[in-house]
C-alpha cells in the first residue's frame, strides 16, 4: 500500500516549457487535490476532482490544466511554464467524508527558469 | 469564505520544553479544524482534527489541541517536545465541503 505518490520527485524547466506532473493513488479515493506550496503561504488549492472524470476550480487555477481519466490518477498540467510557477506541488486524497482526512504526496518541487 | 490566520511564522523551543502554536480562523459558520505536520522534505500528514463534542482534542506524538469557539481559535500544545519535532506545522479548516484552508504555516525548530 503506496498511499499517494508522485512523479517526478524534482524538475527544472525553462519558461515557455510544458510538463505534466502525475499522481496516484492506491486508497480507492474519490477525491483528489492539487495544491502549490510557497514560502509565508501555505498551500493553496490549484484544482481538485470529486470523482473520475470530473475536475474542478480552487484558489489558484490560472496557468494550470488537470485531468482525471482513471479513479486512481489526477495529472496537473503547466502548458507554458513561468518562473512565478516555481514552487512545490503536493497531490492529495481522500474519501467522500468531508471531515475525513487528507492524505498527501511527498510533494515535486519545480523550479521554472 | 473562512480564512486560517497562524500567529506566530517561527517558533524556537529548547528539548523538553512546552510549546503552544497559535490559530485563528474566521468563519460565519460552524467549522471543521485541523492541524497538520510536514517534516522536512516530505508531505504533510495529520496530527489531528476536530469536528465535533469535546474541544480538547488529542493526536499523535502527544500534542492536542483546544477548540474555542467564542474566541475563534484552536491552538496547538505539546507539553514536552523532542528534536524530532522540529518541522512544519499547518493549521486547516473546512466547512462543509472536501475543501481546506491552510493557515501559512509555523515552523517550529527544537534545539537541544
Known amino acids: 500500500n503506496a498511499g499517494v505518490t508522485q512523479t517526478p520527485k524534482f524538475r527544472v524547466l525553462k519558461t515557455g516549457q510544458s510538463m505534466t506532473l502525475l499522481c496516484a493513488q492506491d486508497?480507492?479515493?474519490?477525491?483528489m487535490y492539487w495544491y502549490r506550496q510557497d514560502p509565508g503561504m501555505g498551500l493553496r488549492l490549484i484544482h481538485y476532482?470529486?470523482?473520475?472524470?470530473?475536475?474542478a476550480k480552487g484558489e489558484v487555477p490560472d496557468g494550470y490544466n488537470v485531468s482525471r481519466l482513471k479513479k486512481q490518477n489526477f495529472l496537473l498540467g503547466l502548458e507554458s511554464a513561468a518562473p512565478s510557477q516555481t514552487s512545490v506541488y503536493f497531490c492529495a486524497s481522500g474519501s467522500t467524508s468531508y471531515t475525513d482526512t487528507q492524505y498527501f504526496g511527498p510533494g515535486t518541487r519545480l523550479t521554472v527558469l | 469564505a473562512q480564512s486560517v490566520t497562524q500567529l506566530d511564522s517561527q517558533v524556537p523551543v529548547f528539548e523538553e520544553a512546552p510549546v503552544e502554536l497559535r490559530c485563528n480562523y474566521s468563519?460565519?459558520?460552524?467549522?471543521?479544524l485541523f492541524w497538520y505536520v510536514q517534516y522536512p522534505n516530505q508531505g504533510l500528514q495529520l496530527l489531528l482534527k476536530?469536528?465535533?463534542?469535546?474541544?480538547l482534542v488529542k493526536g499523535i506524538n502527544g500534542f492536542e489541541a483546544e477548540f474555542n469557539k467564542s474566541q475563534t481559535s484552536f491552538h496547538l500544545r505539546k507539553p514536552s517536545v523532542h528534536i524530532s519535532d522540529t518541522a512544519e506545522y499547518f493549521c486547516?479548516?473546512?466547512?462543509?465541503?472536501?475543501?481546506?484552508?491552510f493557515g501559512a504555516g509555523t515552523t517550529v525548530t527544537v534545539r537541544a
Open positions: 476532482s470529486v470523482g473520475e472524470g470530473t475536475t
Open positions: 476536530y469536528l465535533s463534542g469535546s474541544t
Open positions: 486508497m480507492n479515493h474519490e477525491y
Open positions: 468563519s460565519s459558520v460552524s467549522v471543521y
Open positions: 486547516a479548516v473546512s466547512i462543509n465541503d472536501y475543501k481546506l484552508s
